[in-house]
């Protein structure tokens, strides 16, 4: 083949594989994108709707906000905890799962903000309100009283006091026993709920640093973390030192809340850390559908179901 015949039959192939590979990029963004151009979640992308409320809202209420009926496809379900005595989410997975609801499974731990007190807590207490500004001390409803057999008892499930070394590894050892006990398969992230700080003392750093690496240890689940935004590089940081000390690769899963920047179709690396899974950006707010009121907090996730394996 002469010279100049060669040259155009290479300008041929470059046009023709140009228009391939146009066509091909045309195609991948029709693939992806909704009429509106708006990411379509159901093909995978990086933002998967969903909520978390304290207590079970019962199975007709979880039947009946079923997407498409809401947009949510997966609910955070917590397990009875030291700072979350209400087990109405106990028992639940199997027919959660069934509906075809995706789950984030919950432990609220030992916290360290105001008003907790140092002793047992009385049975009025129903919950910590926010405290002023617009980062929240406690999510409402979420820390819950003891049952009425711990209060006669006297026994401190919830105090700032517990905030040790021992105690992250009995909480540890509490979660992943009942996470088991629930039915989840090996695998499931459990996150441990670390609820807003102004500063974050050695005590907090030293319990989620042993309750991170008791979960290590256990081997039968992954640990994950609920933080502030305000605290989440700090924390972050700190759990990487923990999985180092153990000589154990990877990251646990993480869970930002904040409302700065939300909205329900951005993904969880909007929130400004490249590592986070799940974005929680709405609080306390009555959602109805299909005839059904619930007081929510509205999230994002990378996955359908964050505590998957």
């Known amino acids: 083949m002469n010279q100049s015949r060669k040259r155009e039959v290479c300008r041929q192939w470059v046009t023709e594989s140009r228009a391939i590979a146009l066509l091909a990029a045309l195609a ?32 007709a209420a979880m039947r009946a906000w079923l997407k498409p009926a809401s947009p ?57 309100m926010p405290i ?7 999510r409402e409803g979420v820390v819950t009283p003891p049952t009425a057999a711990e209060a006669q008892s006297g026994v401190v499930t919830c105090s700032r006091t517990l905030l040790t070394t021992e105690q992250g590894n009995t909480d540890a050892i509490d979660a992943v026993t009942k996470t088991a006990s629930e039915g989840f398969p090996g695998g499931t992230v459990i996150y441990l709920d670390i609820e807003h700080m ?46 180092a000390d153990m000589n154990v690769s990877g990251s646990a899963v993480f869970w930002v809340t904040t409302s700065s920047g939300f909205s329900i179709d951005k993904s969880p690396q ?23 009121t619930i007081n929510i907090d509205v999230d994002v996730a990378a996955m359908r179901s964050p505590s998957n394996p």
């Open 270 to 292: 909007d929130v400004g850390f490249p590592w986070a899974s799940i974005w929680q950006g709405i609080y306390e707010v009555n959602q109805t559908y299909n005839g059904v």
């Open 72 to 128: 949510y496809e997966w609910v955070g379900y917590y397990l009875q905890a030291p700072c979350h005595r209400d087990p109405s989410w106990m028992g639940q997975r199997a027919i959660l799962t069934s509906m075809g609801w995706g789950l984030a499974v919950l432990f609220v731990g030992q916290q360290t903000f105001d008003g907790l007190p140092d002793v047992q807590l009385p049975p009025s207490f129903n919950r910590l």
């Open 198 to 243: 102004d500063s974050i003392p050695a005590s907090m750093s030293a319990y989620y640093r042993a309750w991170v690496q008791q979960v290590l240890a256990d081997g039968r689940f992954r640990p994950g973390i609920y933080v502030h935004k305000a605290n989440g590089a700090a924390i972050y940081d700190g759990v990487q030192r923990a999985y």
């Open 28 to 59: 991948i963004v029709a693939c992806t994108e909704s009429p509106t151009g708006v990411p379509n979640p159901s093909l995978g992308a990086n933002n998967h709707p969903g909520f978390d409320t304290s207590i079970f809202p019962g199975d």
């Open 132 to 138: 002023g500004g617009s980062l929240p001390r406690a």
